[in-house]
DNA sequence: CTGAGCATGTAACCCGTTACATGATTTC
DNA sequence: GAAATCATGTAACGGGTTACATGCTCAG
């Protein structure tokens, strides 16, 4: 993972960092990035000769830094593209914070804190359903890993939604059995 | 975030950074945190006054250094569970290599690569059904956090394979529509 | 003249990983 | 005496965030 093969990814065609920069940003629910690290990156992509840069007049403003793969940057991204998917651990904090609102507090506490987490994602789903009915008319084949990064949103977020719903459950369940109130 | 707060969380009762490793790694699917990061944040939350330490001598191997919360420590901790929940972005990698796959090489790949993806969150949903019916003639209530994150767990995880299935059946339905293979 | 957008960066920090060092005690 | 377990660390690196600096051009 990490930005460098998303940058030498996105260089299918020569491009600043401010393009590129707006690039992600377009496809905000998908990944992020700072400004100061694309730059940083590409210029460590540059050392590393897998990608060559020059300077590029521009209509307005500074001139502007224009990058593209070297031989090396391309073969280095078909590795990549040919090596095992990364399907990382997540580190869901929100879990360990109901662990110890339930423990420490009240699980009534536990209780009201998921009822925020819940309103966090549903307010992101709805985004994202709003964003699914909005691309509802135009070709699917358009936008592949667009729709495909929302159907995985949504899926995940549905799971998220539904996951808040039970575990709220569960809890007034704890609360009402007259568990002691602030241990 | 950080394991600043799981520490100070986990801290309800003085222990040293070796039993803390060991109680994080026996929540293995929820946490991982490395012994020297451990050593590290915990000496960090001591001189941020956050935790208080003393030398312990103990039967078996070198001296232990038990810490215990200080009343500052209690009420980061505090702040923290009565902060907003992070629910932050999630980077999946993974989209990207799809994407990519199927722009600058061939659908098919894509394909392929997918998958394999399912194949990685199908052997880890089997492991976490294999924790659920484990755990399925314990009381429910005796380790409430292991059982709200297995089920959270296993509700992602059913998500995300079901999304694989269907992204790759929309594979597909584009690879046989004839598509020009290799851009 | 001001402010928005273009365009690139530096420095300091935070969180985490990897690899390795040290040394004691117990068990085989 | 070797290996396992107890127990604590250091150093270097990787990836990312935050805050800020710089300076240009064009529209109002």
Redesign the interface.
């Given at each position: 993972?990490?930005l460098r093969?998303?940058l030498l990814?996105l260089l299918?065609n020569p491009a600043s960092g401010y393009d590129l920069k707006q690039k992600i940003d377009s496809m905000s629910?998908?990944?992020?990035a700072e400004s100061s690290q694309i730059y940083g990156t590409l210029r460590g992509l540059e050392q590393d000769g897998l990608l060559r840069s020059k300077a590029q007049k521009s209509e307005k403003g500074p001139d502007r830094r224009v990058y593209s793969r070297t031989r090396a940057g391309q073969s280095t991204?078909d590795e990549?593209?040919d090596s095992?998917?990364?399907?990382g651990?997540?580190?869901?904090?929100?879990?360990?914070?109901?662990?110890?609102?339930?423990?420490?507090?009240d699980p009534a506490?536990a209780r009201t804190?998921l009822q925020?987490?819940r309103e966090?994602?549903a307010a992101?789903l709805a985004q994202y359903e709003a964003r699914r009915s909005a691309a509802e008319h135009e070709d699917?084949?358009a936008d592949?890993?667009g729709n495909?990064?929302l159907?995985?949103g949504l899926?995940?977020l549905?799971?998220?939604v539904?996951?808040c719903d039970?575990?709220i459950a569960?809890l007034g369940l704890?609360t009402r059995a007259g568990r002691p109130r602030r241990a």
């Amino acid at each position: 993972m990490s930005l460098r093969y998303l940058l030498l990814g996105l260089l299918e065609n020569p491009a600043s960092g401010y393009d590129l920069k707006q690039k992600i940003d377009s496809m905000s629910h998908l990944w992020a990035a700072e400004s100061s690290q694309i730059y940083g990156t590409l210029r460590g992509l540059e050392q590393d000769g897998l990608l060559r840069s020059k300077a590029q007049k521009s209509e307005k403003g500074p001139d502007r830094r224009v990058y593209s793969r070297t031989r090396a940057g391309q073969s280095t991204l078909d590795e990549w593209l040919d090596s095992d998917p990364e399907v990382g651990q997540e580190r869901l904090s929100v879990l360990a914070q109901i662990h110890f609102l339930c423990r420490a507090r009240d699980p009534a506490e536990a209780r009201t804190f998921l009822q925020r987490v819940r309103e966090r994602f549903a307010a992101r789903l709805a985004q994202y359903e709003a964003r699914r009915s909005a691309a509802e008319h135009e070709d699917p084949k358009a936008d592949l890993l667009g729709n495909l990064a929302l159907d995985l949103g949504l899926k995940t977020l549905r799971a998220r939604v539904e996951w808040c719903d039970e575990a709220i459950a569960k809890l007034g369940l704890l609360t009402r059995a007259g568990r002691p109130r602030r241990a």
